[in-house]
């Protein structure tokens, strides 16, 4: 775990493989100083958790910014109709019992995935519908040296065929039947701020393994789907309202834990465009 001091903000690690709790910081009104600190930490933790920031959509917005451009997701309900398509709206409750309860890395069916997503709580539970993360960087370092070589070089293919072009999926419309989504990434890849390598398959959006046979490439995935999420590389999140959690979408995977699929849940998310995977 990092031992990174900081002037402005107070960082808590929550796990040894990755998360932390920042307080003293209202990401609706930064500075530089305190954005650079709050960037550094979340290149040390990974996925980072903030309290009590009472957002707005613009300022929802402009925090994304500060790292990147934002994406407008292809298939997910947004706030379009207000005039923010950057801001995915998550939305469960009793009568729609739908949460991402699958381990996955958001949209990696791209040519380029995500950089970030910056995730706040409008309305959640009292109890339950914690999100997890898991620390593919921590996964790929504690793989032997042995299949550590044996994965460098191998490349993935990535689509929406188990998620959004499924006609049962609950998306807010559907890839064109013709034109399913496809990238190529490798299954490892080297972040390009930290030079770490992680693990960069996940059961959501990978499809097999390049140049294996399918029951090569099956029980490959298989493996590196159980390993990523092996306890001692996760952490965990209880939502409280106006809570805002931003994670590294190169080198991270992530889920709700379905608990409480009766209460009502309703989660904005902006995610910053990132590069291509090498």
């Not at 954005?35 to 300022?59: C, K």
């Not at 999926?169 to 064109?176: A, V």
């Not at 080297?190 to 097999?208: D, G, M, Q, W, Y």
Request: aromatic share 8%.
């Amino acid at each position: 775990m990092s031992n990174e001091v900081y002037e402005r903000i107070e960082v808590r690690p929550l796990a040894g493989a990755l998360g932390a709790e920042v307080s003293g910081a209202q990401l609706g009104e930064l500075d530089d100083a305190t954005f650079a600190e709050i960037h550094r930490a979340w290149l040390a933790h990974e996925v980072l958790f903030f309290r009590d920031q009472d957002l707005g959509p613009e300022q929802h917005k402009a925090f994304g910014r500060r790292f990147g451009a934002l994406q407008v997701h292809p298939f997910l309900h947004s706030r379009a109709p207000e005039g923010h398509p950057e801001i995915v709206v998550l939305e469960s409750s009793a009568e729609r019992p739908v949460v991402a309860a699958g381990w996955h890395t958001d949209v990696t069916f791209a040519e380029r995935p995500p950089m970030a997503s910056i995730l706040r709580g409008v309305d959640v539970p009292a109890w339950g519908g914690d999100t997890m993360w898991a620390s593919c960087r921590a996964a790929y370092d504690a793989l032997s040296p042995t299949m550590q070589r044996m994965l460098e070089g191998l490349v993935a293919v990535h689509d929406t065929s188990k998620t959004f072009s499924r006609g049962a999926y609950p998306s807010e419309r559907r890839p064109d039947a013709n034109d399913t989504p496809t990238a190529l990434h490798p299954v490892v890849r080297t972040h390009p701020e930290t030079a770490r390598k992680s693990i960069f398959v996940n059961p959501a959006f990978t499809l097999r393994i390049k140049g294996l046979r399918p029951a090569e490439s099956d029980a490959l995935l298989k493996f590196l789907y159980q390993h990523v999420t092996t306890p001692e590389f996760t952490c965990r999140f209880h939502w409280t309202k106006n809570a805002v959690a931003l994670w590294d979408n190169r080198c991270t995977q992530h889920r709700v834990v379905a608990d409480n699929l009766k209460a009502y849940r309703r989660m904005e998310r902006v995610t910053v465009e990132g590069d291509r995977p090498a």
